[in-house]
C-alpha cells in the first residue's frame, strides 16, 4: 500500500513539475496541435495568428466568407509567444499568407517594454517566417487604441511607426494595416461603442471595422 502511495505521489510531483516547467500558452499549443492531429485544416490557407483579438474573434472566418483560413490566435499573448510556437502554428500549415495581430501584451506585460522592442520583437518573427516560408505575403495589423490602455498609446504608436515604415521599405508582399482612424472618435479618443465590457476586446461592430481594412489585402 505504501509503495503504491509512494508511486502515485512521485507521478503526482512530476506531473506538476512538468505542468510548472512549460512556457506560457503551452497547454492551448497542445489543443491546436491535438485537433491538427484529428483533422488537418490543410495547406495554401490564409493563418491568421496572435493575441486575444483574434482568439475572440471565434467568427472571423463568417467576416471572409470567401477566402479559407486558420486562426491560431491564442491567449493573451506577445510577440515572444508567437516566435517560440511558430514551429506548430505558423509552419506547419504552408500559408498562403499570414495575418498577424499582436504586441500590444508585449506593451502591457512589462512595463519596461517600449515601441522599439515591440518593433525588434516583431522582425525577428518577420525574418523567421521569411526564412522558412520565403517570400509569403504578410499583413501586419496595428497595435489598436484600446479605452482601458490609452495611457499606453504612445509607446504602441512609437511600435506601429517603425512596424510600418520596415514593411513599406519591403515593398513587396508586405502590408501594414492602421486600424487607428475607424476605431477613434471625433474627440480623438477611442470609440466605446466598439468595445465589450472589459474596455480591451472588441464586439462584432469593431471587428467590421477590421474586416473592411483587411479584405482588400487578402489573396483569392
Same mark, same amino acid.
Given at each position: 500500500?505504501?509503495?503504491?502511495?509512494?508511486?502515485?505521489?512521485?507521478?503526482?510531483?512530476?506531473?506538476?513539475?512538468?505542468?510548472?516547467?512549460?512556457?506560457?500558452?503551452?497547454k492551448?499549443?497542445?489543443?491546436?496541435?491535438?485537433?491538427?492531429?484529428?483533422?488537418?485544416?490543410?495547406?495554401?490557407?490564409?493563418?491568421?495568428?496572435?493575441?486575444?483579438?483574434?482568439?475572440?474573434?471565434?467568427?472571423?472566418?463568417?467576416?471572409?466568407?470567401?477566402?479559407? =483560413?486558420?486562426?491560431?490566435?491564442?491567449?493573451?499573448s506577445? =510577440?515572444?509567444?508567437?516566435?517560440?510556437?511558430?514551429?506548430?502554428?505558423?509552419?506547419?500549415?504552408?500559408?498562403?499568407?499570414i495575418?498577424?495581430?499582436?504586441?500590444?501584451n508585449?506593451?502591457a506585460?512589462?512595463?519596461?517594454v517600449?515601441?522599439?522592442v515591440?518593433?525588434?520583437?516583431?522582425?525577428?518573427?518577420?525574418?523567421?517566417?521569411?526564412?522558412?516560408?520565403?517570400?509569403?505575403?504578410?499583413?501586419?495589423?496595428?497595435?489598436?487604441?484600446?479605452p482601458?490602455?490609452?495611457?499606453?498609446?504612445?509607446?504602441?504608436?512609437?511600435?506601429?511607426?517603425?512596424i510600418?515604415?520596415?514593411?513599406?521599405?519591403?515593398?513587396?508582399?508586405?502590408v501594414?494595416?492602421?486600424?487607428?482612424?475607424g476605431? =477613434?472618435?471625433a474627440?480623438?479618443?477611442?470609440r466605446?461603442?466598439?468595445?465589450?465590457?472589459?474596455? =480591451?476586446?472588441?464586439?462584432?461592430?469593431?471587428?467590421?471595422?477590421?474586416?473592411?481594412?483587411?479584405?482588400?489585402?487578402?489573396?483569392?
Open positions: 500500500m505504501r509503495i503504491r502511495l509512494l508511486i502515485f505521489l512521485l507521478a503526482f510531483s512530476a506531473q506538476l513539475i512538468a505542468q510548472e516547467s512549460n512556457p506560457a500558452y503551452w492551448e499549443i497542445q489543443v491546436f496541435k491535438k485537433q491538427d492531429s484529428i483533422t488537418f485544416p490543410g495547406t495554401g490557407r490564409i493563418l491568421f495568428v496572435g493575441s486575444s483579438s483574434l482568439t475572440l474573434w471565434k467568427d472571423v472566418q463568417d467576416y471572409f466568407p470567401q477566402y479559407p =483560413l486558420i486562426n491560431r490566435g491564442f491567449g493573451g506577445t =510577440l515572444l509567444d508567437v516566435t517560440r510556437y511558430e514551429a506548430d502554428i505558423i509552419f506547419p500549415y504552408k500559408p498562403k499568407q495575418v498577424i495581430y499582436c504586441g500590444e508585449d506593451i506585460n512589462d512595463s519596461m517600449t515601441g522599439q515591440v518593433f525588434e520583437r516583431f522582425r525577428k518573427l518577420y525574418g523567421d517566417i521569411r526564412a522558412n516560408l520565403g517570400n509569403i505575403p504578410l499583413i501586419y495589423v496595428s497595435m489598436k487604441p484600446s482601458s490602455r490609452w495611457h499606453m498609446r504612445e509607446k504602441q504608436q512609437e511600435g506601429n511607426r517603425l510600418q515604415k520596415f514593411l513599406q521599405r519591403k515593398k513587396r508582399n508586405a501594414f494595416i492602421d486600424v487607428w482612424p476605431m =477613434l472618435g474627440d480623438g479618443k477611442p466605446e461603442e466598439l468595445y465589450i465590457a472589459d474596455r =480591451l476586446h472588441m464586439n462584432a461592430k469593431g471587428y467590421v471595422i477590421w474586416q473592411k481594412l483587411i479584405e482588400p489585402h487578402l489573396l483569392k
